[in-house]
Structures are given as structure tokens and as C-alpha cells.
């Protein structure tokens, strides 16, 4: 049961955002919505489809991937182009949230959708019985919920919701396509209104500003004390908000307050104050949080007015943040003050509301934990939170609360999670259900796969004779002892006789942030320019280790893939990236070029695609990497990546992280077989003619206000390095442009403007232009 061609109807933000998605993923796709004329002759039939395509063309952050994805999609109408659903392998259905309308559509799509075809609501919280009355039972049984997150592309989450009717063969269609090719976490959840992650997410938001009123606290105070502190989003409640829309929030805490028949309004200010007056967060320009000219400005519940935000920053709680999720919880236990108070309200509410409603929500904890982890961006779930704060203590704060103590509670034997086990709602404890497809690092460590290990690094057998090198230091930087650890893993997958190796990790925003500047600015400041020098060239052996390996080695990029870290990756063998990943040579950005390899190899790979044809003018190499590294151009996914020349046709991009280690392994074994090394390159050199014409830009450039003299210089040491040096035209090796990077890197480093530029990023995070 093959899914290639996607039929969504409704081209509002999740239905654009779903069609987004699909299309970025490789399938073609129907979009459709109401006729925007009633005149079958108007040219504006189609315009409500058209308008939504456009916004998700310009949405930001990006709906689609790539910008040729858009060719993939076809727009129209639902009375003049329903017929072109019966084309379609998966139909999702993304209108309007009311039951009527929606029965209305699935009566069309009943009479034309072929026989194979999957029909799915992405209903937010209205039951699939309501949407099936009416339907036959073979329309029945091709017919389930997906609920997908705001925004599609980047919410893991989708919430699988079957009927008892629903065909266990279209289930298991539904979740092989959403995980491997839309790249989604399936959690089964069952059908009642808000399923499972809205449930306990609009719960815990009204919850929230109850006590926030209770207590007395600001929104900046509540803000910080329920995200990274105890383990949410670092959008917390309120930002969290402003990112969904206050329209949105207030329709579905009136929708489920309706459906459960529980307390779900929000507090009046919210409607008189912000909804009533359109300010409906991001979409509008302001809502608990409104950005100025001046800095953002945070909603006063108090005096319905907006005030500068005041960001909450404490000893104990900056300590406590930056504690393992395990350790940093039980900090909440003794904050004190109405802060304090608050924190531990907020918790036993959500606590208490999980556990009396988990078994009608969820098969078992496990789905509950992975749905607000992957819906919400909580680092742990409900359960695991619970765990952490302690049954007893839970069971105590219910007790002073006046709350009864759930059964589910009395079951856990000391905790809901224990020994790889999970506490199920018979009170049992069973093993935790694998997440297809996932290779994890930090289990093969537990059971005792680690080869080696120096703290900032480590070698894991994946098993099949092929290992996994991973990055352990903070954003996981390219420090001495990543460095060292990469020049022991090589040897030892050698000695072992493995078939290859992959280098990734698990870390959810980055691959690599590439060198430790902190790092590099000390050795300015000490003048250790000797060992500056072969700390550049350490780098650059360890890079080209990576090509020259007798086996097989596989880069899986995810996140922030940048400077040394993109380095790393253009010297494999093969890339397997996960779609997010976010690539860039940035070290212009701290007036540096790249110089672990970067550089030359942009150059090797460009002008090795052009040398072998007759009259081609190599020059459209050099300067397209030029841009690639003036610019500091960053990728905003792995598909803009291959566009851009960062990957190659031969990489392979994973829409699912959690695939994506099992994916780039079985690329290793792929390319084991009779592997050799690759030979070592020649490319020609263009010399001074090269220099000039880009020096020409680097002038018009400064001359239009657009770069600063120390730009320029910049600018010339990375097109002294791309033109093979200030001479005539030549062959170059390799090592050639490795030698000059290296020599420019010094040259620019020594330079006041660059160690000013080093030293500002390292204080903001920012970059300095002077």
C-alpha cells in the first residue's frame, strides 16, 4: 500500500503546513480548498487554495524544504477539482472545525476516492464516530484520525487515531508512511476529545494562569518557571501561546470545555484584552508578548496594559537549569517563595489531571510521555516528570491539596519507569516499546558497547562490524579531545577489523557548532602562535583522516551543522543527513575563512564537476564557492544542502531523526564491499587572474556600503586560497590548499579586527561587523 500522491483538503496553515510536508518529502500533491468565486468563470475560483500555498511559500520559518518542492504541489477548488482526489493514495482532510462540513466532504470523497486510498481527518479534538456517520462500512474501514502538530514540518509528533472499524492494514500503511517518508513520532491515541497531547497541553495552559493569578506572579515569572526548569519548551506557556495563536488556544479550550463538559475557559482578560482586540500573538504582532523597536514588551494580566519584559534570572534556578532533567527537578521542592509555590502547584496540577485520565487517553504511559515530548517539545513526559519529583512526595502534596490519590499512583512500585520496564495500567511492569527504526547511543552505552571513551567523545559497536563516533562536548565543539578521541576510533575500528564507521549523535539542535573559539582566543591571548599553527594542522589531519580511512565513513548530520562540523561532513564518504540539518561554512562571520579543509574542498568538488568538459570557464567553480563561504550562506535543510553543493547527488537525507542512525549504518554496509580509498585529487588553479575578478566584486561591494575594509580582507584570503595562490594559473593537490588555508587562517587570526570579531561573539553570541 504505496503512498506517492497526497490529496489535502483545506489550505489553511496546517493544511498549507501538511502539504508543505508532503511535497518536500518527495510526493505530488493535491491541494484544495473552497472556491473563492462563485462565477465558474472567475479567474479567482482556486484563490483561497492559491493564497494558502503562498503563504506557506513565505511562512516563516520555511513550510517547505526546498524551494522546488513547490512544483509538486497543484492547486484548486473543491467544486470544480474534486475529482482530482481520486488520483490520490492518502486524502487528509483539513477543513474547517466543525462536524457538519467535514461529514459534508467525506460523502464527496466517498463517491470517487479509488478503492486503495487512506482518508484522514486532521480533526483536533472532534471524535471519528461523529465524522463516520453516514459513511459505508468500506469507507470505514479506510478511514482514521492524523492529527498533526503546528507547524507540520517541525512538530514530530502525529497522532494516529483508528476506529474500531479502521482496516489494521490501512494502520499500519498510515504509520510506515508517516514515519519513513514524512519523518514523523506515531504515537496511537485514543478517540476522545483532544486526544492526548492537546488534552494535557490546553489543561496544563489554563491551569497554568489560574495559578499564575493565584499566586500573583507575571507573565515573565510563569514563563520562567515552566520551561527549561522543568524540562518544557523553552517557549514555556505563554510563548508557547503567541506561537499557536490566542484565536487557536481560545477555540480549542472552548471546543474541549464543550466536548468533556470540564472547566476549560480562560481567564476573562485573555478574551477582553487580547482576543477581542486581535491580538492574537506571532500572527499579529503581539500578544502576551509584543516585539518593539526598543525590545519586547511583556502583557501585564493586571492592568491589561504591556510593560518591558523582565526575563526571570535567579541563583538557584540558573544553577538548576543547567542540571540533568533527573536532578534538576527535585530543585523545585524547596524554591522559595510565591515562586516557589507556584512551581510546585503547577506540577501537582499536571500530575494529578495525567494520572486520573491516562488509561481514557492512551493505551499505555509510554504513548502519553513520547506524545508531549514530541507534541509539546518537553525534554521529559508527564510520567518521567513524576518519577523524577518522587511517588511520595506526589502522594503527600495530593493529600495537603485535599486531592484524592489516584489508583494509577498506588500501582507504581516506587516508580512508573524501572530497569528498561514500563508500569502498565493493570499494574504491570513490561519492557518499553521500541520506536521503530532507532538506533540509541545512550542505551548501547548502558549495555556496554562502548570501544572507547575520553569524556568529550566516544566509539559505540552498533553492531554488523560497524561503530558509531560521537561528539560529547558542549553544541558538541571540535575541541583537542573530540580531535584525539576521532584519531583512536579510526585506529581501533582498524585493529577490530569493523566494516566502517558512522560519526553522529543524538543531541536535538546540533551536529557540530564546528571549533571552540573560547579556545582559539586564549592561545591569542598567551601568543602561543606555534601552537595555533599545529593545532590547525591537527585539525586539518583529523578532517582529512575522514577521507583517507580504509573504510567506509558516514557522516549523519542533524541540527546546527556549521564550520568545522560542516568540514567534517564534506569529507565523507557518504553523508546520511536528517532533513533539518542547517549547514554553513559561518567562519567569515568571526573574520576567519575555513581552515579544516572547507575551503579546498568546496573548490576540489565544484571545479571537479566542470575540468573534464571541453571551453568550460572554471571560474563558475571558484566563484560559486566564494559565495558559499563570503556570504556565510547556512542551509535551512538537508535538501537546500544538495541544492547548494554542500551534499552531493549520492548523499541520502533521512526525514525521520530517529532513522537516521539506523540509516547512515546501513549506508556503511552498503559501501563495505571491496571498499577503497579515494585517490588523492588534482584540480586546476586559476592564480592572479582569479584573485582579480573576485577582488573586483570584493571592491564594488565595499564601494556600495555592503562590507567593511576587514571584509574585504577577509573576502581576499578566502579567494587567495580558492585561486591556488597569487600566481599563474596551476595543478594543485590537495595539500596545496591546505597549506594555504592554513597560512590565511594565521594571517587573519594575528589581525586586531578578527580578535575583536572573536571575542564579541563569544560575549553576545552575536557577530560584529567592523
Avoid at 100 to 112: D, G, M, S, T, V
Avoid at 317 to 323: F, G, P, T, W, Y
Wanted: proline residues 5%; charged residues 20%; negative net charge.
Amino acid at each position: 500500500m504505496r503512498v506517492t500522491t497526497v490529496g489535502v483538503v483545506g489550505a489553511g496553515a496546517m493544511g498549507s503546513g501538511i502539504a508543505a510536508l508532503a511535497a518536500s518529502a518527495g510526493c505530488r500533491v493535491v491541494l484544495l480548498d473552497i472556491p473563492g468565486d462563485a462565477d465558474p468563470a472567475s479567474p479567482n475560483r482556486s484563490a483561497p487554495a492559491k493564497n494558502g500555498l503562498a503563504k506557506a511559500i513565505k511562512s516563516k520559518p520555511a513550510s517547505f524544504m526546498e524551494a522546488a518542492a513547490v512544483a509538486r504541489v497543484r492547486v484548486g477548488n473543491t467544486d470544480d477539482h474534486v475529482s482530482w482526489l481520486a488520483e490520490c493514495d492518502w486524502i487528509c482532510e483539513a477543513i474547517i472545525e466543525l462536524a457538519e462540513p467535514k461529514q459534508q466532504l467525506f460523502a464527496r470523497i466517498e463517491a470517487l476516492m479509488k478503492p486503495t486510498a487512506i482518508v484522514s481527518s486532521n480533526t483536533s479534538g472532534i471524535p471519528m464516530a461523529t465524522l463516520l456517520e453516514g459513511r459505508s462500512e468500506k469507507f470505514r474501514r479506510r478511514f482514521l484520525g492524523t492529527h498533526f502538530f503546528n507547524p507540520p514540518r517541525y512538530m514530530h509528533l502525529l497522532e494516529v487515531i483508528p476506529t474500531p472499524e479502521t482496516d489494521p492494514a490501512v494502520i499500519g500503511a498510515m504509520n510506515g508512511f508517516a514515519e519513513r517518508t514524512l519523518g514523523k513520532g506515531i504515537v496511537i491515541a485514543k478517540d476522545v476529545p483532544g486526544f492526548i497531547a492537546n488534552r494535557l497541553g490546553v489543561y496544563g495552559m489554563v491551569a497554568t494562569m489560574r495559578r499564575m493569578q493565584q499566586h500573583g506572579l507575571t507573565i515573565d515569572e510563569v514563563d520562567g518557571l515552566t520551561g527549561s526548569l522543568i524540562g518544557r519548551a523553552r517557549s514555556a506557556t505563554f510563548r508557547t501561546g503567541d506561537l499557536s495563536g490566542l484565536d487557536v488556544l481560545a477555540h480549542v479550550t472552548k471546543g474541549i470545555g464543550a466536548a468533556t463538559g470540564e472547566d476549560f475557559a480562560l481567564p476573562t482578560w485573555v478574551h477582553e484584552a487580547l482576543v477581542g482586540t486581535g491580538k492574537l500573538g506571532d500572527k499579529t504582532g503581539g500578544g502576551f508578548y509584543s516585539k518593539t523597536k526598543t525590545g519586547t514588551l511583556t502583557f501585564d494580566w493586571k492592568t491589561t496594559s504591556y510593560v518591558p519584559q523582565q526575563r526571570l534570572e535567579g541563583g538557584d534556578i540558573r544553577q538548576a537549569i543547567r542540571l540533568p532533567i533527573a536532578q534538576r527537578l527535585p530543585v523545585i521542592k524547596t524554591l522559595p517563595g510565591a515562586q516557589g509555590a507556584f512551581v510546585r502547584d503547577h506540577v501537582v496540577d499536571a500530575a494529578h489531571y495525567t494520572l486520573t485520565l491516562a488509561s481514557q487517553l492512551a493505551h499505555d504511559i509510554v504513548a502519553i510521555d513520547r506524545a508531549m515530548e514530541w507534541g509539546y517539545g518537553w525534554e521529559a513526559g508527564p510520567f518521567q516528570v513524576m518519577d523524577a519529583l518522587g511517588i511520595d512526595w506526589l502522594r503527600e502534596q495530593f493529600k495537603a491539596e485535599g486531592l484524592d490519590v489516584p489508583p494509577l499512583l498506588e500501582l507504581a512500585q516506587g516508580s512508573f519507569y524501572k530497569n528498561g520496564e514500563y508500569l502498565t495500567f493493570d499494574g504491570q511492569y513490561e519492557p518499553l516499546p521500541a520506536i521503530p527504526g532507532r538506533i540509541s547511543l545512550a542505551g548501547l552505552a548502558q549495555s556496554g558497547r562502548v570501544l572507547e571513551d575520553n569524556g568529550l567523545s566516544r566509539l559505540i559497536d552498533l553492531g554488523d562490524g560497524v561503530a558509531c563516533f560521537e561528539f560529547r562536548s558542549k553544541m558538541n565543539s571540535l575541541g583537542q579531545g573530540v580531535l584525539e578521541g576521532l584519531e583512536k576510533s579510526l585506529r581501533k575500528v582498524e585493529k577490530l577489523g569493523f566494516n566502517g564507521l558512522v560519526i553522529g549523535n543524538e543531541d536535538p539542535r546540533a551536529f557540530s557548532v564546528g571549533a571552540d573559539l573560547s579556545l582559539v582566543s586564549f592561545a591569542v591571548s598567551a601568543g602561543a602562535w606555534d601552537d595555533i599553527e599545529a593545532s590547525i594542522r591537527t585539525f586539518q589531519d583529523a578532517v582529512m583522516s575522514i577521507r583517507r580511512a580504509p573504510f567506509p565513513v558516514v557522516v549523519a548530520p542533524a541540527g546546527m551543522t556549521l564550520g568545522g562540523g560542516c568540514e567534517f561532513t564534506l569529507h565523507a564518504d557518504a553523508v546520511q543527513a536528517h532533513a533539518e540539518t542547517y549547514m554553513g561554512l559561518v567562519e567569515v562571520g568571526v573574520g576567519l575563512l575555513p581552515g579544516g579543509g572547507g575551503t579546498k574542498e568546496l573548490l576540489m568538488r565544484f571545479t571537479s564537476e566542470l575540468q573534464n568538459y571541453e571551453e568550460v570557464d572554471l571560474f563558475a567553480a571558484v566563484k560559486r564557492a566564494f559565495k558559499l563561504i563570503a556570504f556565510a550562506t547556512t542551509t535551512t535543510s538537508a535538501f537546500e544542502g544538495r541544492a547548494f553543493g554542500f551534499l552531493r547527488d549520492r548523499d541520502r537525507i533521512s526525514m525521520n531523526r530517529d532513522h537516521q542512525l539506523s540509516d547512515a549504518k546501513q549506508r556503511v554496509l552498503d559501501l563495505a564491499p571491496g571498499y577503497l580509498p579515494p585517490i588523492e585529487r588534482t584540480v586546476r588553479a586559476l592564480g592572479r587572474e582569479g584573485i582579480g575578478n573576485l577582488e573586483y566584486a570584493l571592491w564594488a561591494a565595499k564601494e556600495g556600503g555592503q562590507a567593511s575594509a576587514h571584509d574585504v580582507r577577509v573576502g581576499r584570503a578566502v579567494a587567495y586560497v580558492l585561486c591556488g595562490g597569487d600566481g599563474s594559473p596551476r595543478d594543485v593537490t590537495e595539500q596545496d590548499l591546505l597549506d594555504l588555508e592554513r597560512e590565511q587562517f594565521l594571517s587573519l587570526l594575528g589581525t586586531k579586527e578578527t580578535q575583536e570579531r572573536i571575542a564579541y561573539t563569544l560575549k553576545t553570541g552575536k557577530p560584529l561587523r567592523n
